[in-house]
């Protein structure tokens, strides 16, 4: 059965893309390269939210940053706190269990994992929540930002359209936008009486002239990643051809018909990776004026090496975390502190908030402003650094052994109320120790 052009992109791209017009040109680029088009009229070099999983799916060095930082994210142990006692980190609470069990078999992990991965792959990420809107959902999933689009029904200036449609399991949905309680939320069902779904939109630095959608940070990247793609297809076809480049021989006298099909046979049994280094003996005379024919101009071993660096600093990850080539135990640890001070924490400020929000809402505490973060204290790479600052603390001499011990996030002890100071630590407020005699 042949297909249309329309009904090759329509298997490939979701929803309302499928009906723009697209040259024969395009059509080629698109289908030779994989990768998504731009839609609605945005600059021909924006990133589009499937290139970016295409990019995130067929580069490792990327894929092993972006998870590194999605799964340690999903892995924290999160708490949430409100602004009106900011010190009591509560881990009972309907919004963690929302987050913690979306249900269809999912844990938390897998729901958090996804969400993270979407937001920093295109800085956007889509929460569906199932279940009445006027109660705590049953079950949650992310929904990829590629699967997400507009009929229009908003200006440029506007923040979210008016109506957004789903694509998810060749089924589409249709989201019109109610503000409510000063948030606003997507429902299933014109002005959400009776609606059984909610699409949650998490939209973190907006695109230029894309409304609505988010500016990946691969963007600048564009190139970089292409590049790494054509020097992986560029090294490997070498390999598949004959494990090294083709050679060119000039024979110093004239080959007869047996000496050719010789030569020939002799290239045909050494083709390939598993006949490299074989020998190769030829029936007369020639000269080797092969050219080279490595990717010189990318140097590519030394290019892929600094590529890696530009991803990593890309997501202000530290290379030490994501390369064994730079890794040593004195930088491992000082760059696990970096990567969740920056990264980790940088994440979880943007991601959380819009969620906590509209789950505020929903379940009627809005009343109280919710933050979302997690217990460092219980975060082992990060215990190392408690252990020094308490230790730092501890020779100024001026906070109680109770107060130390709640630095690093312990239970406070009945001896714990004393100062000590040197001299075999003794209590400062024995008989004899006061006045000019401390």
Not at 99 to 112: A, E, I, K, S, W
Not at 206 to 216: D, E, I, T
Request: hydrophobic letters at 40%; one cysteine or more; charged letters at 20%.
């Amino acid at each position: 059965m042949k297909l249309s052009i329309k009904d090759i992109i329509a298997k490939i791209l979701p929803g309302p893309a499928v009906e723009k017009s697209l040259s024969q040109d395009q059509v080629r680029q698109y289908l030779r390269s994989g990768m998504a088009f731009c839609w609605d009229g945005c600059d021909e070099h924006f990133l589009s939210q499937q290139q970016a999983y295409y990019y995130f799916e067929n580069i490792s060095p990327l894929q092993s940053t972006v998870k590194k930082i999605a799964q340690t994210v999903a892995g924290l142990p999160l708490v949430i706190v409100s602004d009106n006692n900011p010190d009591e980190m509560i881990t009972d609470h309907p919004i963690l269990d929302i987050l913690r069990g979306p249900g269809y078999g999912l844990t938390g992990q897998n729901l958090l994992t996804d969400l993270c991965i979407s937001y920093l792959l295109t800085d956007e990420a889509w929460l569906l929540l199932i279940g009445r809107v006027a109660a705590e959902p049953i079950a949650s999933m992310a929904v990829r930002p590629y699967a997400v689009g507009t009929d229009g029904g908003g200006s440029e200036e506007e923040d979210y359209p008016n109506i957004i449609r789903v694509t998810q399991a060749n089924k589409q949905y249709i989201f019109e936008s109610v503000s409510y309680g000063g948030v606003t939320r997507y429902f299933d069902t014109p002005g959400g009486k009776g609606a059984m779904k909610e699409l949650v939109p998490v939209i973190g630095t907006k695109a230029r002239n894309r409304a609505f959608r988010g500016l990946s940070r691969l963007m600048p990247l564009q190139r970089v990643l292409m590049q790494m793609m054509s020097g992986d297809i560029y090294n490997a076809k070498l390999l598949q051809s004959g494990a090294k480049p083709f050679m060119v021989l000039s024979p110093k006298e004239g080959l007869s018909d047996k000496e050719m099909e010789t030569i020939v046979q002799s290239l045909e049994d050494l083709k390939g990776t598993q006949n490299v280094g074989g020998i190769f003996i030829l029936p007369t005379s020639m000269d080797d004026v092969s050219k080279p024919n490595t990717n010189r101009d990318m140097e590519y071993q030394e290019g892929l090496k600094e590529n890696k660096q530009r991803i990593a600093d890309a997501y202000f990850v530290p290379l030490a975390l994501i390369s064994t080539e730079t890794m040593t135990y004195s930088n491992y640890t000082t760059a696990q502190t970096a990567f969740y001070d920056g990264p980790v924490n940088n994440l979880v400020s943007n991601l959380f908030p819009q969620i906590v929000n509209v789950l505020s809402v929903r379940l009627g505490i809005a009343g109280e402003k919710w933050r979302v973060t997690y217990n460092q204290h219980d975060v082992p790479a990060l215990q190392s650094r408690q252990a020094e600052r308490m230790s730092q603390l501890a020779k100024t001499y001026t906070m109680t052994l109770n107060e130390l011990r709640d630095v690093m996030g312990l239970e406070p002890v009945p001896v714990g109320e004393e100062i000590y100071m040197p001299g075999n630590l003794i209590p400062v407020t024995i008989p004899g120790m006061v006045g000019d005699d401390i």
